[in-house]
């Protein structure tokens, strides 16, 4: 990438400008995507992110870490290096980096989805000469319905549950994909009770701006209590735990991209999968791809080599980006994945 990143054992680091990009590592300088853990790692000296992923990054961060944060669009000249961030319509806050040194244009796009999201910004293309995409869905077989589809069974699911005298517990990840559930949830249906971890995350987006229908604190609730008619929005590694006992006759449901699989559900033991993931499906990446028209497509997680033949079949160029230092584990270790449990945030 012309001389402007490269690949380190702490991740992808900006020569010129001094800094790291998401890194895994604690670093000086660290400019980060978004506020997930696999992004935003704790221990850095220095933060530089989005305005908007302000609280969602303080929730997770020391107190004594140092931040700056800068609106989408606007840009940053250091070492000589133009930075600005703009939407990637992932989550509250995400960011797309730009990178701009001696007329080279580099984009990070971190992970990212296209389309519209009524909690963050929507994506925006940006032209650049090298991009560096994730591919955590890179195969055709990713494809996903529309949202008001999926939006729709989920409302149709709880609203049959309540009539049987069940309580939903829908499980997504506690930033981001909870949120974005609640916002598409019918609260006509019933009452919407949340984890505390998606609680906490719900407070930072309501604090950001972002509407999101009434909930309470399952914590809240001390004493016996009916739940039957709820919905409880919690994090997947409560499945299966004595957490979900009190609720009584439950019907169990998970909203990640990953249930587009057929029996990954039945392996999750969930009595009922929705495919809605905040990452790019297979069109989309290709369809992002095209408007940023870059002369260099760099790809990490996932389906990096698959994507890359694709793409060069198809008159492209583009190469595997091999990510030093990420943590075996970790490779796939993604927000989307439903194993992932909730971080650093408290999970009572
Ligand atoms: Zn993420
Ligand atoms: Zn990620």
Not at 107 to 119: A, E, N, V, W
Not at 259 to 269: C, E, I, L, P, Y
Not at 313 to 322: H, P, Q
Request: hydrophobic residues 35%.
């Amino acid at each position: 990438m012309k001389g402007i990143l490269e690949s380190t054992s702490h991740g992808l680091y900006c020569v010129p400008g001094d800094f790291h990009i998401d890194p895994h590592l604690p670093v000086k300088r660290a400019v980060v995507t978004h506020a997930h853990s696999d992004h935003a790692r704790w221990g850095c000296k220095k933060y530089l992110a989005t305005q908007s992923c302000e609280r969602l990054l303080r929730l997770r961060m020391s107190p004594d870490a140092e931040f700056r944060f800068f609106p989408y669009g606007e840009t940053l000249i250091v070492n000589g290096v133009r930075i600005s961030f703009h939407p990637a319509g992932h989550i509250l806050g995400s960011a797309q980096i730009r990178l701009e040194y001696g007329g080279h244009v580099v984009l990070i796009t971190g992970d990212y989805k296209l389309g519209s999201d009524p909690t963050c910004a929507s994506w925006e293309p940006i032209r650049c000469h090298s991009m560096i995409s994730e591919s955590t869905f890179g195969l055709p077989i990713y494809r996903w319905p529309s949202q008001e589809a999926v939006f729709d069974s989920i409302n149709r699911w709880w609203r049959e549950c309540r009539d049987e005298g069940k309580c939903c517990l829908l499980y997504g990840y506690a930033i981001g994909k909870s949120q974005r559930l609640l916002a598409g949830l019918d609260p006509s249906i019933g009452k919407i009770y949340c984890h505390g971890a998606v609680e906490k995350g719900n407070d930072a987006y309501r604090l950001s701006g972002v509407t999101l229908p009434e909930t309470t604190y399952v914590g809240s609730i001390r004493q016996k209590y009916d739940w039957r008619g709820s919905l409880v929005v919690a994090v997947p590694s409560v499945h299966g735990t004595p957490w979900v006992k009190k609720f009584g006759r439950c019907s169990t449901a998970m909203a990640s991209g990953w249930m587009a699989v057929r029996g990954t559900r039945r392996r999750r033991s969930v009595d009922r999968g929705f495919v809605l993931s905040d990452h790019v499906d297979w069109p989309s990446l290709l369809q992002a791809i095209e408007a940023c028209t870059p002369e260099t497509v760099w790809l990490t997680h996932g389906y990096t080599a698959p994507v890359a033949r694709y793409l060069i079949e198809n008159g492209r160029d583009a190469k595997v980006l091999d990510l030093r230092g990420r943590n075996e584990g970790d490779e796939d270790a993604t927000d989307e994945d439903i194993e992932q449990t909730t971080g650093e945030i408290p999970t009572t």
